[in-house]
């Protein structure tokens, strides 16, 4: 039986902020990190997160891919080094473990892993992620329709670079900034669709939108939900019903409509009050 690896996303305090070097390993990545504090880099490495997988290999490339087509996002052609916020990354790497049958996610602070609470991760829990469910299938489905369907509305595809879908509840959309992303949701137990802003690991940047909290609503014509997501990260949302069992064609077209529209809104309502 192949041996599991890891893919890890590495910080380093002698970075830019939104500088992160992605990249694998066959053993523990402490080791490794350990070893790349003897490179030319002045300062130790920071681990942000890991996934052990035995696909390790395919998931590096396929992790490095995804980000390169998001923009030109890697610092030196054929290097580990990449200009996207951790964050960021870490949210790709999570779609990368929906495709797979032996994921195992920890992120960490402080070098180590990090122990949640409320249905999170905890240090010594196994992330086990699987996509053969009925109900992961229908999320596929749903978002890859949502993809193909924005080719008819421009506004939508020039403001976004859109990713390929995998079998989730969830779509993120990077708008240029690693203060937060929008994070679109669909649930089938619900019978809901969300729309709104995740801030990870910037409470500072969340208390400033929070501010603006009445202008926001009137701006989406929607009561703001506000969420605490773990200890650091939060969200802002706004949501819809929404049944995603009834396949019909005008049902699904309408809620991506909605989701496009609320998508622009966020990424406007951050331009005009993040500032």
């Known amino acids: 039986m192949k041996e599991a690896g890891y893919v890890y996303i590495l910080t380093n305090p002698s970075f830019k902020e939104d500088w992160v070097k992605i990249g694998k390993s066959s053993r523990p990545v402490d080791i490794r990190s350990k070893e790349l504090d003897n490179t030319a880099v002045p300062l130790p490495f920071e681990i942000y997160a890991t996934l052990k997988t035995t696909k390790y290999n395919q998931v590096e490339r396929q992790l490095h891919r995804m980000i390169d087509r998001l923009t030109n996002l890697r610092i030196r052609q054929n290097r580990e080094f990449f200009n996207v916020a951790p964050d960021q990354a870490l949210e790709l790497l999570k779609d990368c473990a929906m495709t797979l049958d032996d994921a195992e996610i920890e992120e960490y602070e402080n070098n180590l892993p990090i122990d949640f609470v409320a249905n999170k991760i905890k240090s010594s829990e196994k992330v086990n992620v699987t ?18 369907n924005s080719a008819l509305y421009t506004d939508f595809v020039k403001a976004f670079n859109l990713r390929k879908p995998f079998p989730q509840h969830w779509y993120d959309l990077a708008i240029g900034t690693s203060a937060c992303h929008i994070c679109l949701s669909v649930s089938r137990q619900k019978r809901r669709l969300t729309a709104g802003l ?71 309502i951050v331009n005009k009050y993040g500032k």
């Open 131 to 148: 996509a053969n469910s009925d109900t992961t299938q229908l999320y596929l489905k749903f978002w890859d329709e949502f993809v193909r």
């Open 198 to 268: 995740y801030v990870s690991n910037n409470i500072q940047f969340y208390n400033h939108l929070i501010e603006y909290k009445t202008n926001i609503e009137q701006d989406l014509g929607r009561e703001l939900e506000l969420r605490e997501e773990g200890k650091k990260d939060r969200r802002l949302l706004i949501t819809r019903a929404f049944d995603i069992d009834n396949s019909d064609k005008e049902n699904w077209v309408t809620a991506f409509e909605w989701l496009y529209d609320q998508s622009i809104k966020l990424r406007e």
